[in-house]
């Protein structure tokens, strides 16, 4: 029997999209759901999950929000609105109808800021609570929860609707992009005690699933979601017994996640047939030449070196970049890495201590010890994260002994 903990995380953001549908206001709604949600935690494990838990919650979450309308408006005039809320919710309780996706739309919407749209679409969609959230993100919980207020505010007065907005094409873009960079900040937290946060990874996949089955066809959902599995995949061997980080080169591949590989490179394989290219079809077919090579030494660098060329044409970027230069490095030569880097000159990547660990990277392997270490050193100042930073650290007391 499915339990209320399994339950609860897929059918929330199906209850949340049906009472915004019906009701408009996200804030109150949201609000609502979370006090059914409540209510389901408090009862089922006793009582016994119900017949139709969707149906249970839509009414014990529709009930609430009534009950907050009339707390909050006491007139005659909100009596009567209140009364014409009560009006059943027929024909909209069944989770046939699923309107995830919707609320994904909406929690993307153009008038917040990404961390807010970020944070937004893991309270609403995501399931997480405020404190869990904050957790992620090492802020705290006070903060968090005034940020995800401050969303919901915003989305009210920007008098954003449900259901499909005439720039659908362009929020989805925000929608894959919030979904990526929940999974990287999973993937390799920005600070903290440890490397990754695998409740946002596999948050990140769960719900870019959904969104596949939502839209089988776009070929860049398929893209993403071989893209995350593909990369997840290496994640028993990327660290090591006490959490220390192990680059790609050095991991143990037998312990690569098979299933997740097979599974990813199918995806991409049959996205890459299809519709046009994009930038996660293209990371994502990096990804499966790493996940085939039996060793670093074995990996096809040229070939990735390729993608990457048609990575920056099509979709610029200073990540990309950086890459781009370790595969050039690998495929040509490490001082052909090192002079793609001087090429970056992005503000984005001000103060990123990925820039100088890889320039500490291809000096290295270019035979410049004394200009490696001082690099690593100066990477290892600017992370944040404590398990990068200790990496970096033992890269330059190592270079320095060599």
Known sequence: MTSTEDLLPTLAPQVLGVLVRRYRQFDLCEDAVQEALLAATAQWPGEGVPDNPHGWLVTVAARRFVDAVRSENASRRREERAAVLEEPLSGIESPQSDDTLSLLVLCCH????PPSQLALTLRAVGGLTTAEIAAAFLVPETTMAQRISRAKKTIRAAGATF?????????????????????NEGYTASSGQVLARTELTGEAIRLTRMLRRTLPDDGEVAGLLALMLLTDARRPSRTGPNGDLVPLAEQDRSLWDATSIAEGTALVEEALARGALGPYKLQAAIGALHAEAATAEETDWAQIVGLYELLGKLSPNPVYTLNHAVALGMACGPRAGLDLLTTLDDERLAGNHRVAAVRAHLLELAGEPDAAREQYRIAARQTSSLPERRYLEGRASSTRAR
């Open 110 to 113: 153009p008038a917040l800021s």
């Open 163 to 183: 259901g499909t907005p005439d720039d659908v094409e362009d929020r989805l873009a925000v929608v894959r992009h919030v979904l990526y960079l929940m999974f």
